[in-house]
């Protein structure tokens, strides 16, 4: 049996990590706080556009400090609303039909995302995926930290976690696929029999067209 | 006394020119060989509307169509994909008369409910301009892309399964054609090998249904693809479409045309190279230096963008078994040129396109196909080249492949032939890999490939000739990896390939050439007659 491996932003949906992290930025528990926490993104701004450039673990773990200070249950409660009006619609009209394919292939299908677990596992639970590698938040005292768990879910680091989790269900790495948007993920492409670019960006187009990877649009 | 369309060469003979991919080669050959070339064109017919109405209210074995016809019946009309004919037909394409005419029928008698599925099979999908190409203006506006698409083989809750023969090969068609009250084939027949039960149980059907005649076994048991009645393929597919006809209501429309591949300025191509007048000889020239000097893309243009004048010669309907006979006939009159005696070593040069990249560039897989599948199969009676012999082609194989039309191709030609050229081992161990990846049903379904499953068939119509054939020697090749890949020798001339061909040939060896395209078929006649040996002179 084998599994097949999904970068989830730019791949099967439109939207990317600073999205549902504005949601939760805007829906705090009065306007107020709402308010500050914009203030604090806004700030941290010019620094998160310098990370996209340079290490996007060093991105993911600046973008999620915005989530510092926020309740366990203000995270879990708002996350069916995040999923709802953030994420759903903008999931690609092709994405569901891919994943389908591969879970009637008899695949594993796996959400591989720097994105917050329990956002993950709706949209995974709204897709059929089976499984979810994503980032997860450290709490405290049942108050979110601001702080990542390791290992962060980004770049190479997503192609040793797709390692780890393929040896842990006995599949074969050759067997398996994998499917990114973006070149940053090359990595993670690199590590499986089968890689795909989907609605791929211009540096891994040019890649996938010199490897004879296909190249599938779901946009 | 061989038929005029047999040249034997002689020393006067002008060197003969062959296609070499899209190049344009001068072939010294040997004194006493044979160059076969095609008929002239039939005639084509003079109001072919008339011949559509005709055919459509006096059909064979089937009351007419508009007997059939009520208000409120659901019909789908399929129709034959871009593979044929090659290259594509200039507008009108006989497709979209016959089309019109049907629509209209339908309109009069009050059915609206009316779907046209192109009968794709495995094949990628068209583009929505190249089905604008084929059906016209008129009805891809009023019918894309709700009421005029691509049949889709990897929607399997669109597939229904009709029954399994008593060969245990299972019919699974789609399911709106299934549970139409009635489906119109619309057919475009450039080969003996196509139409028949071929159009509604292979063009509508999925992998389910293709493997079990789309495989190494049944391939060699094929003597002539092209004959229908010495294919097992065929066989295999007519026991398919009779399970398939007799649970539905099928009105097959076939239409056959002549050989008229080349427009006017390049029309002397078809011609014998002794018969060219001053003018056509030049222009040939000129055509030769020009492919020489451009790059590749500009040289595919310059067939590619030219439509082909073809002439409608027939057009038959009714009942599909009916209808194939008159088809296969009109076929096999334009086609079929006699021929006595095989040869030891057969030469043909290998044009710019084949059924499977029509707007694509002929990669090194489809080469494959043309020469041990299409080309050594344009036979009927027996193979045009004896057991074990040798078969020379010209092409340049290079390793070029089109990205989006063929991508599962690029895996199957550099990941799977190095493994093995077995087609059986290829079936076992490799298909049904390819058969699941997602990755290529997805490019299938949504994008513009080949089904997954496809290189291995286009491997399988090569065995035939591979089974049958000795040796397989290329001329003009860019690159020594992709023969070997395929298994095949190569030279750098043609005068080489015929000192190697030699060498494991009879002393004396019977050559004959192919001068193809336009389309042709040899009709051999195994035996040569021997001239009686002239009584010596008395005293």
Not at chain 1, 84 to 104: F, H, M, W
Not at chain 2, 404 to 423: G, K, M, Q, S, W
Request: glycine share 6%; net charge neutral; proline share 7%.
């Amino acid at each position: 049996m084998a599994a097949s491996y999904f970068d989830v932003d730019g791949t099967l949906i439109r939207t990317n990590l600073v999205h549902p992290t504005l949601y939760y930025v805007l829906n705090q528990n009065t306007p107020l706080h709402s308010l500050a926490k914009l203030g604090g993104a806004l700030v941290k701004a010019p620094w998160l556009a310098w990370a996209e450039t340079r290490d996007r673990r060093i991105f993911n773990e600046l973008l999620f400090t915005s989530y510092g200070g926020m309740s366990e249950d203000r995270l879990v409660g708002l996350a069916v609303e995040t999923f709802e009006r953030v994420i759903k619609p903008n999931i690609y009209p092709g994405a569901r039909d891919l994943v389908q394919t591969s879970l009637d292939k008899g695949h594993d299908v796996v959400l591989v995302s720097g994105a917050l677990d329990f956002l993950m596992r709706l949209l995974a639970e709204h897709l059929g995926a089976t499984d979810v590698i994503a980032n997860r938040l450290e709490i405290k005292d049942r108050f979110a930290t601001g702080k990542l768990l390791r290992p962060v879910v980004a770049g190479p680091e997503k192609s040793r976690l797709i390692r780890e989790h393929a040896r842990s269900r006995g599949h074969d790495l050759d067997e398996c696929f994998a499917y990114s948007d973006s070149y940053s993920d090359v990595p993670m492409l690199s590590i499986v029999g089968h890689p795909a670019a989907v609605n791929p960006d211009r540096k891994l187009s040019l890649l996938a067209n010199a490897y004879h990877w296909p190249i599938i649009h779901v946009d | 006394m061989s038929h005029p369309c047999v040249v034997t060469i002689d020393s006067r003979s002008a060197p003969r020119v062959l296609f070499s991919g899209d190049r344009l080669v001068e072939v010294d050959l040997p004194t006493g060989s044979r160059v076969v070339y095609p008929k002239p064109p039939l005639k084509a017919l003079k109001d072919v509307d008339a011949a559509i109405r005709y055919a459509i209210n006096h059909p064979y074995n089937s009351e007419p169509l508009y007997a059939k016809l009520r208000p409120g019946m659901k019909v789908t009309i399929a129709m034959d994909d871009i593979s044929l004919p090659l290259p594509p037909m200039r507008r009108p394409d006989v497709r979209e008369r016959v089309l019109t005419i049907v629509l209209d029928l339908l309109a009069d008698y009050g059915v609206d409910d009316v779907e046209i599925i192109i009968a794709t099979s495995v094949h990628r999908r068209m583009k929505d301009w190249e089905i604008r190409h084929v059906v016209g203006d008129k009805i891809f506006n009023a019918y894309w892309p709700k009421k005029l698409y691509n049949h889709d083989a990897e929607n399997l809750a669109n597939m229904k399964y009709l029954g399994t023969t008593e060969e245990g090969e299972e019919v699974e068609l789609n399911r709106r054609a299934v549970e139409s009250d009635l489906i119109i084939y619309v057919n475009l027949n450039l080969v003996p090998m196509d139409g028949g039960h071929k159009s509604v149980a292979v063009g509508l059907c999925g992998y389910r249904s293709l493997r079990a005649h789309h495989n190494p076994r049944v391939m060699r048991q094929c003597y002539s693809y092209m004959d229908p009645k010495s294919s097992a393929l065929n066989t295999s597919v007519v026991r398919m479409g009779r399970l398939a006809n007799k649970k539905l209501n099928v009105f097959t429309i076939e239409t056959t045309i002549n050989n008229r591949m080349f427009d006017t300025p390049l029309e002397f191509l078809a011609k014998n190279e002794d018969d060219l007048t001053r003018t056509e000889r030049n222009a040939l020239h000129a055509l030769r230096f020009t492919l020489d000097k451009v790059p590749q893309p500009a040289r595919q243009a310059i067939f590619q963008r030219v439509p082909s004048p073809y002439g409608v010669t027939g057009v038959f309907a009714g009942e599909t078994e009916a209808v194939h006979e008159h088809t296969l006939r009109r076929s096999f009159e334009q086609y079929c040129v006699p021929v006595v005696g095989q040869s030891d070593i057969l030469i043909t040069g290998i044009p710019y396109i084949s059924p499977y990249n029509v707007n694509s560039f002929l990669n090194p897989l489809l080469v494959q196909v043309m020469a041990n599948g299409y080309l050594f199969n344009l036979y009927r009676n027996a193979p045009m080249v004896k057991k074990g012999g040798t078969m020379i082609i010209m092409h340049p194989c290079t390793d070029l492949f089109d990205n989006e039309h063929h991508a599962p191709y690029i895996e199957f030609v550099h990941r799977v032939l190095p493994e093995t050229r077995d087609a059986m081992e290829l079936h076992k161990i490799w298909e049904p890999k390819f058969a699941k990846n997602p990755a290529y049903i997805e490019m299938y379904r949504y994008g513009h490939a080949y089904h997954p499953t496809h290189p291995f068939f286009m491997w399988y119509w090569g065995e035939a000739g591979r089974q049958h054939l000795g040796r397989m020697i290329v001329v003009g090749a860019d690159n020594e990896y992709i023969p070997q890949l395929l298994g095949w020798e190569t030279a750098r001339t043609m005068d080489e390939a015929l000192r190697m061909a030699k060498q494991t040939a009879p002393p004396n060896p019977e050559i004959m050439t192919l001068h193809c395209p336009p389309i042709f078929m040899a009709e051999m006649q195994v035996e040569k007659q021997r001239a009686p040996i002239a009584a010596l002179p008395e005293g």
